[in-house]
């Protein structure tokens, strides 16, 4: 797979299931961030049924693929206005 084709905010799809975490294969999420050091993984959110906050798990680049599909089916849990690094920060020590 091409590192530099997956993107922060692209769908991906899981290639197979993660039991531990109730995540399926097909399951769509979608990319939270990127992490490069002696490989490439991606932070990837699920939306989840069981609670309001998605599920959010660290993923390597051979367990997921581009979701082509239709963008609805993954969600954040998050709203589109959530800014987590300025929320963050500001909970920070000035």
Same mark, same amino acid.
């Given at each position: 797979?091409?590192?530099?084709?997956?993107?922060?905010?692209?769908?991906?799809?899981?290639?197979?299931?993660?039991?531990?975490?109730? /995540?399926?294969?097909?399951? =769509?999420?979608?990319?939270?961030?990127?992490?490069? &050091? @002696?490989?490439? +993984? #991606?932070?990837?959110?699920?939306?989840?049924?069981?609670?309001?906050?998605?599920?959010?798990?660290? /993923?390597?680049?051979?367990? =997921?693929?581009?979701?082509?599909?239709?963008?609805? &089916? @993954?969600?954040? +849990? #998050?709203?589109?206005?959530?800014?987590?690094?300025?929320?963050?920060?500001?909970?920070?020590?000035?």
């Amino acid at each position: 797979m091409d590192k530099h084709a997956i993107s922060v905010e692209d769908h991906v799809r899981l290639i197979k299931s993660i039991p531990e975490l109730l /995540l399926h294969r097909g399951d =769509v999420g979608v990319v939270c961030s990127i992490w490069h &050091s @002696a490989s490439c +993984a #991606f932070e990837v959110e699920f939306p989840s049924t069981e609670s309001q906050f998605g599920i959010r798990t660290v /993923l390597r680049e051979d367990e =997921v693929a581009m979701d082509e599909g239709n963008e609805e &089916s @993954a969600k954040p +849990a #998050f709203s589109d206005d959530y800014d987590g690094f300025s929320q963050v920060s500001a909970m920070l020590p000035s």
